[in-house]
């Protein structure tokens, strides 16, 4: 991989453009204002989610767990969003730096699919008495897409070519992502086109507090800084590790040559 | 496009493949077997109960057909990889979407006797009676063409890589998902087990396939690129 | 009726798994800087 490569215009995403400002780690200036507004926006979240906003009139204090699972939820589609984008500008471009933002992203995504999964459970055992429940056609979307994507991730670690692996994987991005709309539609039809009456009401009511509202978009701004802050650091993970791949690779063939040079010296 | 060098292509593709697997007899000695064993676990599994069996006719069905294709799309790959007839059909200069047709015509033709076959086998094991037929048969065709095309891509993907057993059932099936819940759903409007439009099912499995022909014919170029 | 329980389980669950994977982060990028010469940092252009 060239450095020509690497740099498509505009690139920016909010760090500065001369990076490394801490030679010891991956944060620099741009990932330190994240990291802060994170952590305070988390204690907002906190004493608002816990205690400040009041119980909702039908769900009771259950609506808590909301303000983790919507913008769970819409991290995780959100991110293989940007792993979607990303694939399809690698298949444009041809450029790693884009793979990489994929791979980021899709690693992030299945963390917080993982997350939603487990909060929209924990939610459903008092709500629904149970787990699981079929009927809920955004619940069944989200664990296929998060199967998919482990898929993907698996896909990734195959060791292969950096080429290979990045047409590969973004192929992989491409066919899953299309298929999250007809998992969805598929579910939803699956269930309402049978008899069964489904309970299930939906998630939230519409006609909501206005603290409860803002509550939530505390949440779903908080979870996208951590999201920006996670995509910052995991990217420059993932490019440390090519640069490491291509350096020890470079440094292996210098050291052959060097040894058959010494080699055909002596003999 | 147009031309009659695509589709000829595609069709001697499809008939290299459909002449290899003919002769290799897997398909027939091991494939075929393979899902009619699955039909009979159910029935160990579901305690031979007849009246459950026929209940649960439709998805037993696709869940045998879903587990036989995974190993049909294995077949037609580990052909290539074996022979290194990847790189010969990119040498050949075909364009990779004929290549791509051609394999996943081989792979619904396969799928279609499978499907026959399996239907013969709810029949005598679980004493369905099929009925239905126009919605029956014109769903088993675009849920194959769906499965196939989808099969296809992913079947290139896994090629010659070690870990391709369980790669690709953990890649293909949840992206199948929406084909077993449709073409369940179809053929129980068939049968008459449960009371839905069948036929919006198979509008469903007709879009789901058109889909993925189309991100085939797409993506195939870049799968085979890779050696 | 109170579910401050399953909300406790669900809060914590949000808090270790993001805690965790960013202190993960952290680390990893940590100890692959150390390896990395500073000129080959240019993730940014």
Redesign the interface.
Known sequence: MTDTTTNPPGAGMGAPTRSGDDPRNTASKGTRVFGILSLIGIGWLVALGLGLSPDDQTQGDLVRLMYVHVPSAWLAYLSFGVTAMGSIMYLWKRSEWWDLVAASSAEIGVLFTGLALVTGMIWGRPTWGSYWEWGDARLVTTLVLFLMFLGYLAVRRIPADTHVRSRRSAIVALIAVVDIPLVHFSVKWWRTLHQEATVLSSDFDPKIDDLMLFTLMVGLVVFTLVYVWFMLHRFRVAWLEEQLLDHSLADAIEARRAEAVGTGATT | MADGTFVNDAALVAAKDLRLELRSRVAVSQVVPFAVLLLVIFGFALDGDQTTLQRLTSGLYWVAVLFAAVLIVQRAFAVESDDGVRDALRLAGMRPASVFVGKAGAIFVQLIVLEVLLGVGVAVFFGTTLTGWGLLIASAVVAAAGISAAGTLYGVLTAGLRVKESLLPMLLLPVLAPVLIGATRAMGAALGDVAVDGWSWFNFLAIFALIYVALGLFAFGPLLEES | ????G??I???S??AG??GA??VR??T???S???????E??????
């Open positions: 009726m109170s579910n401050w399953y909300i389980v669900g809060w669950a949000a798994v993001l994977y960013a982060l952290v990893r990028g940590r692959l800087s150390r390896r990395v010469p500073p080959r940092r240019r993730w940014m252009g």
